[in-house]
């Protein structure tokens, strides 16, 4: 069967990937001339990577971990030491860690906070502790009810401390979902504390070791078209053409240059583009339906990540930060983090910049501006004396609508794979999947797509998808 996808993201190419092994031939369409949707990465003229975001691997990502491991590159992993480190802005230019020892989970991350002495209290420790074990014991139902609640409404209801939230959850909020803990899903926060909580490598980061275009999505282009599929670039998705029954007549694939516009058609139609542009295309009849109607209730976030070169060394620590500044999100100097950016003389910091919606209009040269003005709190050795760092380039990449804003309420919006249109599915980070916004979402809710499309139109002597079970803890054990 040809399966036609709309965006050639992580979503649409795992999407891709999981019907060639149920024996279909998906053919990705992908507006733009880069792969990745959002995680997509660019080089400029002097050869140097700069990318969509800071991408981050975690441990409790396993339907990524098995796509790498199903594409032979796990080892383009390059894991880092199982901490999490934070900023203190009350002193300049120290770290606090909470280092997580190899012992099961959870005791392992509840020996972690233990074991922190710079950020919480002993009462505030304890408070969080009991604060957080009906998220442990009551499940998963329990964690999906608590979408009502903004974050730091659930930790009032719990008497946590509100340091707690100041000193570590304002960052970790930012990391996750780019919002503040009064703007995002209590949901969103307790499903990743229970990932991290509940695997014993849960919270344990990787960095890719190149640049997600490379080193992650041209492997899976590869699989995709050795096995008969297809990927196009400079395809833009112009309109979705009916049939009298409503059904996917084809996709309109706008000429660019002067051609003309083409009919493409398949036997099966997949959107894999983001919520906001997928509410754009909704052809006029679908928008009355109950099911796209949801959609409304979703928009992405703004995201800014920037890439700064300075030169010389700011730091020599290979793993990411959360940088606690009211600006900032988390950064890493990637010249220590990535194989590929490798510098052992020049520091490439990439950050970002969240929440980002009071950011997103202005100019590069303002948003570089007040970055190396929190950069100067974080770093005050290399910018204070008369030999301050300096800047050599940058480059600032916005993002006007990312992955979708996980504000309170929004579980209810997000829809399921299967629509209801007989030949038209959804594959995005944004649909019904038990992951938030992310890469590890997107992956699973390609997956997911995948597999309801070969479920409905299975292909005889086809090898069945991989199940959607968590790969071997080793796979994120190996620093």
């Not at 903004?150 to 719990?158: M, P, V, Y």
């Not at 036997?267 to 894999?272: G, H, K, P, R």
């Not at 709190?377 to 030999?387: A, E, I, S, T």
């Given at each position: 069967?040809?399966?036609?996808?709309?965006?050639?993201?992580?979503?649409?190419?795992?999407?891709?990937?999981?019907?060639?092994?149920?024996?279909?031939?998906?053919?990705?369409?992908?507006?733009?001339?880069?792969?990745?949707?959002?995680?997509?990465?660019?080089?400029?003229?002097?050869?140097?990577?700069?990318?969509?975001?800071?991408?981050?691997?975690?441990?409790?990502?396993?339907?990524?971990?098995?796509?790498?491991?199903?594409?032979?590159?796990?080892?383009?992993?390059?894991?880092?030491?199982?901490?999490?480190?934070?900023?203190?802005?009350?002193?300049?230019?120290?770290?606090?860690?909470?280092?997580?020892?190899?012992?099961?989970?959870?005791?392992?991350?509840?020996?972690?906070?233990?074991?922190?002495?710079?950020?919480?209290?002993?009462?505030?420790?304890?408070?969080?502790?009991?604060?957080?074990?009906?998220?442990?014991?009551?499940?998963?139902?329990?964690?999906?009810?608590?979408?009502r609640y903004s974050f730091l409404e659930w930790l009032k209801r719990q008497g946590v401390d509100e340091r707690v939230t100041s000193d570590v959850f304002i960052a970790a909020c930012k990391a996750l979902t780019f919002i503040n803990p009064d703007e995002v899903s209590a949901t969103i926060l307790l499903t990743a504390l229970n990932r991290f909580l509940q695997e014993r490598y849960g919270s344990k980061i990787a960095f890719?070791?190149?640049?997600?275009?490379?080193?992650?999505?041209?492997?899976?282009?590869?699989?995709?078209?050795?096995?008969?599929?297809?990927?196009?670039?400079?395809?833009?998705?112009?309109?979705?053409?009916?049939?009298?029954?409503?059904?996917?007549?084809?996709?309109?694939?706008?000429?660019?240059?002067?051609?003309?516009?083409?009919?493409?058609?398949?036997?099966?139609?997949?959107?894999?583009?983001?919520?906001?542009?997928?509410?754009?295309?909704?052809?006029?009849?679908?928008?009355?339906?109950?099911?796209?109607?949801?959609?409304?209730?979703?928009?992405?976030?703004?995201?800014?990540?920037?890439?700064?070169?300075?030169?010389?060394?700011?730091?020599?620590?290979?793993?990411?930060?959360?940088?606690?500044?009211?600006?900032?999100?988390?950064?890493?100097?990637?010249?220590?983090?990535?194989?590929?950016?490798?510098?052992?003389?020049?520091?490439?910091?990439?950050?970002?910049?969240?929440?980002?919606?009071?950011?997103?209009?202005?100019?590069?040269?303002?948003?570089?501006?007040?970055?190396?003005?929190?950069?100067?709190?974080?770093?005050?050795?290399?910018?204070?004396?008369?030999?301050?760092?300096?800047?050599?380039?940058?480059?600032?990449?916005?993002?006007?609508?990312?992955?979708?804003?996980?504000?309170?309420?929004?579980?209810?919006?997000?829809?399921?794979?299967?629509?209801?249109?007989?030949?038209?599915?959804?594959?995005?980070?944004?649909?019904?999947?038990?992951?938030?916004?992310?890469?590890?979402?997107?992956?699973?809710?390609?997956?997911?797509?995948?597999?309801?499309?070969?479920?409905?139109?299975?292909?005889?002597?086809?090898?069945n998808l991989q199940t959607l079970t968590r790969p071997p803890a080793t796979n994120a054990a190996t620093a």
């Amino acid at each position: 069967m040809r399966v036609a996808i709309a965006g050639a993201g992580l979503a649409g190419l795992s999407c891709a990937k999981y019907l060639t092994d149920a024996g279909h031939t998906p053919i990705v369409l992908e507006s733009r001339d880069v792969l990745g949707g959002l995680v997509a990465a660019w080089k400029d003229s002097d050869g140097d990577w700069y990318e969509t975001g800071l991408h981050a691997f975690f441990g409790a990502y396993p339907n990524m971990l098995q796509l790498l491991k199903e594409l032979g590159i796990e080892d383009r992993l390059q894991w880092k030491e199982h901490t999490l480190i934070f900023n203190q802005p009350d002193k300049p230019g120290t770290l606090s860690r909470f280092d997580v020892p190899d012992i099961p989970s959870p005791f392992n991350v509840i020996a972690s906070i233990l074991r922190n002495k710079d950020m919480l209290t002993w009462e505030q420790k304890i408070r969080f502790a009991v604060g957080l074990l009906p998220a442990v014991v009551r499940g998963q139902k329990y964690v999906e009810d608590m979408d009502r609640y903004s974050f730091l409404e659930w930790l009032k209801r719990q008497g946590v401390d509100e340091r707690v939230t100041s000193d570590v959850f304002i960052a970790a909020c930012k990391a996750l979902t780019f919002i503040n803990p009064d703007e995002v899903s209590a949901t969103i926060l307790l499903t990743a504390l229970n990932r991290f909580l509940q695997e014993r490598y849960g919270s344990k980061i990787a960095f890719l070791d190149g640049s997600p275009t490379e080193r992650l999505c041209s492997p899976i282009v590869d699989y995709i078209t050795e096995r008969g599929g297809q990927v196009r670039l400079n395809a833009p998705l112009k309109e979705i053409l009916l049939n009298a029954d409503g059904t996917v007549k084809a996709y309109l694939i706008r000429g660019l240059n002067g051609a003309e516009d083409e009919v493409f058609t398949a036997d099966v139609y997949v959107s894999a583009m983001s919520v906001d542009p997928m509410k754009v295309m909704l052809p006029k009849p679908w928008k009355q339906m109950e099911f796209f109607k949801k959609l409304e209730g979703l928009e992405g976030v703004p995201v800014i990540n920037l890439h700064l070169w300075f030169d010389r060394k700011l730091t020599e620590i290979d793993h990411l930060l959360f940088s606690r500044s009211p600006l900032l999100s988390v950064y890493a100097d990637m010249s220590n983090t990535c194989r590929e950016y490798a510098n052992p003389n020049r520091s490439m910091l990439e950050l970002v910049l969240a929440p980002a919606k009071d950011w997103i209009a202005k100019s590069d040269e303002e948003i570089v501006a007040a970055t190396i003005a929190e950069l100067e709190k974080l770093f005050p050795d290399h910018f204070g004396g008369d030999n301050p760092a300096t800047l050599l380039k940058s480059h600032v990449v916005k993002t006007p609508r990312s992955v979708y804003k996980a504000t309170p309420g929004r579980q209810q919006y997000r829809p399921a794979q299967v629509t209801p249109i007989a030949n038209f599915y959804l594959a995005g980070s944004y649909t019904m999947q038990r992951y938030l916004g992310s890469m590890e979402g997107a992956v699973l809710s390609g997956k997911l797509t995948a597999q309801a499309i070969s479920e409905a139109l299975p292909v005889a002597n086809s090898s069945n998808l991989q199940t959607l079970t968590r790969p071997p803890a080793t796979n994120a054990a190996t620093a």
